[in-house]
């Protein structure tokens, strides 16, 4: 079965730099993906991790560790809208329809 | 944009009462999925379709049932909704299946069930 973990909720301030993270348990991982998910919206698309290391994009920047079976969200410079839940989801190969796994999600709140 | 739309946003319906959600797509997708998402809990894959083939996972209960009638659109039918079965129901699509494809969220419908 798989079995993805990560923290239900998170306060951090404006400004501030926050992780998020997320270890998984699966058979024949292939890569891990980051979604923010806003109040009442649909989920939208932040990362895809595939190799072990460090992603950046703008503000948000995703990490991967596939022999420790972690990842995580680093989020800079904080804003008031980051505030959301953030999804990890974990996909196999051999996946003919590339099944997403989806952790509960972490509901990260900031403050003024 | 390029974009999935879902229609309603918000859904009322009564106990036992057939309701239909509906999802379009201008991304031009191979393939749709619905996922249940009850609060404060992952989202659960139903169903996807792969172009015209259909796709039931193993746990997806008989009440639930999807249509598509062309690569825009994906209906997903509730034959007899419980209480159980309130919940956001998210559709999405992606280019195409296997590992590694994105998959494109529509913002969701949310069911009541009374």
């Known amino acids: 079965g798989q079995n993805i973990d990560q923290p239900t909720e998170m306060t951090a301030t404006e400004g501030a730099i926050v992780q998020i993270n997320c270890t998984y348990q699966?058979?024949?991982?292939?890569?891990l993906f980051w979604y923010q998910q806003h109040a009442g919206e649909a989920p939208t698309f932040l990362s895809y991790?595939?190799?072990?290391g460090l992603e950046e994009k703008g503000r948000f920047s995703s990490f991967l560790s596939r022999s420790k079976g972690y990842s995580y969200l680093l989020l800079k410079e904080l804003q008031m809208k980051d505030s959301a839940s953030y999804l990890c989801a974990v996909v196999n190969r051999g996946s003919t329809l590339g099944r997403l796994y989806f952790g509960r999600g972490t509901q990260l709140t900031v403050w003024p | 944009d390029a974009m999935v739309i879902q229609n309603p946003r918000y859904q009322v319906t009564q106990f036992g009462k057939p309701v239909t959600l509906s999802c379009s797509q201008t991304l031009n997708h191979n393939v749709m999925y619905w996922y249940q998402q009850k609060s404060s809990q992952a989202p659960k894959l139903l169903f996807h379709y792969y172009d015209k083939d259909f796709n039931n996972e193993a746990d997806t209960p008989d009440n639930f049932q999807s249509r598509r009638p062309n690569t825009s659109f994906c209906f997903l039918d509730i034959r007899s909704p419980g209480l159980g079965d309130a919940a956001m129901y998210l559709c999405?699509?992606?280019?195409?299946?296997?590992?590694?494809?994105?998959?494109?969220f529509g913002p969701g419908t949310r069911l009541l069930v009374l």
């Open positions: 991790n595939v190799l072990d």
């Open positions: 699966t058979s024949g991982f292939n890569g």
């Open positions: 999405a699509t992606s280019r195409d299946r296997g590992a590694g494809e994105t998959q494109y």
